[in-house]
T-cell receptor, first 117, second 113 residues
């Protein structure tokens, strides 16, 4: 498997523009997570899905952010309109439950670095 | 309020010596703890985990120790190598194999040759 695939790797946009980040999880993984990394807040969870259904979106900063998972192999994170404070690295991760005896090991993509001017 | 804290933003160690990375947590309901390693321009990669019912887990040069009464865990790397230079994240899970991980802010380890 190629791992978790994210695109684009880098995005530079102007304030007010719509940004769409994409993620392809590992085949067979039924959990998908979106995290954001900033210097101030570190790695923070935005939203996660189980079997394509959003389970917890309490980390989504505001209504400008939305995430979808139309099928098991694709998810998007949209920011509309974007603002300079949204500049960060956005990571997608996926996992498959290990049953009752294991930790939930997330496999991360390489991230999408967003710069909003 | 941060539930997982890594109070040292950086650590510098000589090659061959021991690196000790520390992590504190506040929620006694966490049942698994994980360490991830991150190189620049890459995503975090899983390193080692420990269940809350254990106090030590070892994998090669990496050992994680858990002190539940102190709500503290540490990652020991022995011997340290220059390739270990990276940012190390501590993470905690509240529901075992389901649910999200809560991460600390990371500690940047530099191993000097």
């Amino acid at each position: 498997d190629a791992g978790v695939i994210q695109s684009p790797r880098h995005e530079v946009t102007e304030m007010g523009q719509e940004v769409t980040l994409r993620c392809k999880p590992i085949s067979g993984h039924d959990y998908l997570f979106w995290y954001r990394q900033t210097m101030m807040r570190g790695l923070e969870l935005l939203i996660y899905f189980n079997n394509n259904v959003p389970i917890d979106d309490s980390g989504m900063p505001e209504d400008r952010f939305s995430a979808k998972m139309p099928n098991a192999s694709f998810s998007t994170l949209k920011i509309q309109p974007s603002e300079p404070r949204d500049s960060a690295v956005y990571f997608c991760a996926s996992s498959s439950p290990q049953g009752l005896s294991g930790a939930n090991v997330l496999t991360f993509g390489a991230g999408s670095r967003l710069t909003v001017l | 309020d941060q539930q997982v804290k890594q109070n040292s933003p950086s650590l510098s160690v000589q090659e061959g010596r021991i690196s000790i990375l520390n992590c504190d947590y506040t929620n006694s309901m966490f049942d698994y703890f994980l360490w991830y390693k991150k190189y620049p321009a890459e995503g975090p990669t899983f390193l080692i985990s420990i269940s809350s019912i254990k106090d030590k887990n070892e994998d090669g040069r990496f050992t994680v120790f858990l002190n539940k009464s102190a709500k503290h865990l540490s990652l020991h790397i022995v011997p340290s190598q220059p390739g270990d230079s990276a940012v190390y994240f501590c993470a905690a899970s509240g529901r075992g194999s389901q649910g999200n991980l809560i991460f600390g802010k990371g500690t940047k380890l530099s191993v000097k040759p």
